[in-house]
């Protein structure tokens, strides 16, 4: 049973990555035609990639016995999950396909990624002790109808919540690169034919803020969480680990931006500027970290 998890694993890890890969094709191929059809058919590829994530964490938990959120390859998976899920729900909204060509990218980009991780960072282990609190109500209330065993914990909630943070700053990113090239090209006052098909530079602008403000919270309960779980696990509820260091600079980074735009009235580059540094935090934090400073969250 166990063996045939980890097929199902790899097999919808394989699917996933090609259609990323497909998804992001046919977002550029949208981008650069202007052809309606090429840019429905992104649209069903990313739905299909989003479903096929979603089997890899299905198969993964099912492999390892637990929340499929406990090393870095298993992170890196739920962050594509969440970012596309976040892109196609704003995709809905805003009806905005040409976003796809750079979030998808992103998204394609961290899928490779995850795949060329080391196989220690990839490898199904027992859990780390610290790790495996669960949350007692829930399970006595899961226990009544014999589903204990998929009870959460905080590092579950932790991990989730920080993800979502994660992800929407990961689209922020994206529509700020867009944004800041359609600015360049309405001060220049010229046509351009790959940004023309962008939104104007301020609806651009606002959907980078609305992306940050919705993710900002999430990463707030994020660490908060986080925090909870380390005095559980190390009785102390801070310990300036370097993750833990770097999680809050990128929170002050967004909440500087979230700061200066509701108070300071900043809009446009200054605005953008902050997201894209606020990003590159982001993947210092998650990746920089991981691999360069050793402390408590060696094992992520």
Known sequence: MKEANVIMSLMFFTMATAFYLLTALAYIGYWLSRKSWIGHIATAF?????????????????ESGHAPFSNLYESMVLFVWAMTVGYIWMERRYRFKVMGAFVMTVAFF??????????????????????QNKWHWLVDLLARIGLEKYAIGWLDFHVFTTFIGYAAFAISFGVSIMFL???IVELRGRKNFLADVFPESRVLDELSYRAIAWGFPFLSIGIVSGAVWANYAWGSYWSWDPKETWSIITWFVYAAYLHARVTRGWRGRRA????ILGFLAVVFLYWGVSFILPGLHAYA
């Open 46 to 62: 990313a739905y299909i990639a989003a479903l096929s994530m979603t089997m890899v964490l299905v198969a993964r938990a099912a």
């Open 272 to 275: 953008a500027y902050i997201s």
């Open 110 to 131: 961290s899928v490779i990624a995850a795949s060329i991780l080391p196989y220690r960072f990839k490898s199904v282990e027992p859990l780390n002790p610290a790790l």
């Open 181 to 183: 090239w359609k600015e």
